[in-house]
T-cell receptor, first 116, second 109 residues
Framework: DAMVIQNPRYQVTQFGKPVTLSCSQTLNHNVMYWYQQKSSQAPKLLFHYYDKDFNNEADTPDNFQSRRPNTSFCFLDIRSPGLGDAAMYLC???????????????FGPGTRLTVL | QKEVEQNSGPLSVPEGAIASLNCTYSDRVSQSFFWYRQYSGKSPELIMSIYSNGDKEDGRFTAQLNKASQYVSLLIRDSQPSDSATYLCAAERGGKLIFGQGTELSVKP
């Protein structure tokens, strides 16, 4: 089945220790997104890739970086995690038409990050 | 004013009743709207998408869109305890989803 896969599902890291979260998709979607979601809050968009074009949200901290080496994979790097970065990190994908309007976003299962 | 607003809830309905979830949006540029269901500790799951004014039905779920009033709703008929979750309304704008804060629904047996 076509799907969005995130690894690991649970990640524990120490304060200040870099961590990388991964996302892969078999949907062949050209747009990939990274969201941060804290308890009882809506998902907050961090970045998205439109094909290879990287788009950073204005309020995404510099501590967060992303890479998309190919269509199927996308990584979220947190260079120096702080206690406030503990959250669920969600990867999503969608298909964009020639008009630039994107179709439905499909979410992966998420990675729960704990910072000690 | 938030771009997408939902009743914060929690909304509690008895099993078998109709649950009505409401959402308003501020940007008339948005043309596509989505309802996601999110169980505690899980990722959002698409329930319905709607693009045109009027009603769209899928099983027990009906989405309604009124672009003139900038209003989107989701009706859940014959509510089941398994429908207990947070429901997120989202408006598409410029390739991004603008989410509401979510409405927590509790269906009591």
């Amino acid at each position: 089945d076509a799907m969005v896969i995130q690894n690991p599902r649970y990640q524990v890291t120490q304060f200040g220790k870099p961590v990388t979260l991964s996302c892969s998709q078999t949907l062949n979607h050209n747009v990939m997104y990274w969201y941060q979601q804290k308890s009882s809050q809506a998902p907050k968009l961090l970045f998205h890739y439109y094909d290879k074009d990287f788009n950073n949200e204005a309020d995404t901290p510099d501590n967060f970086q992303s890479r998309r080496p190919n269509t199927s994979f996308c990584f979220l790097d947190i260079r120096s995690p702080g206690l406030g970065d503990a959250a669920m990190y969600l990867c999503a994908t969608s298909k964009s038409g020639t008009s630039g309007v994107t179709d439905t976003q499909y979410f992966g299962p998420g990675t729960r990050l704990t910072v000690l | 004013q938030k771009e997408v607003e939902q009743n914060s809830g929690p909304l509690s309905v008895p099993e078998g009743a109709i649950a009505s979830l409401n959402c308003t949006y501020s940007d008339r540029v948005s043309q596509s709207f989505f309802w996601y269901r999110q169980y505690s500790g899980k990722s959002p799951e698409l329930i319905m998408s709607i693009y045109s004014n009027g009603d769209k039905e899928d099983g027990r779920f009906t989405a309604q869109l009124n672009k003139a009033s900038q209003y989107v709703s989701l009706l859940i008929r014959d509510s089941q305890p398994s429908d207990s979750a947070t429901y997120l309304c989202a408006a598409e704008r410029g390739g991004k989803l603008i989410f509401g804060q979510g409405t927590e629904l509790s269906v009591k047996p």
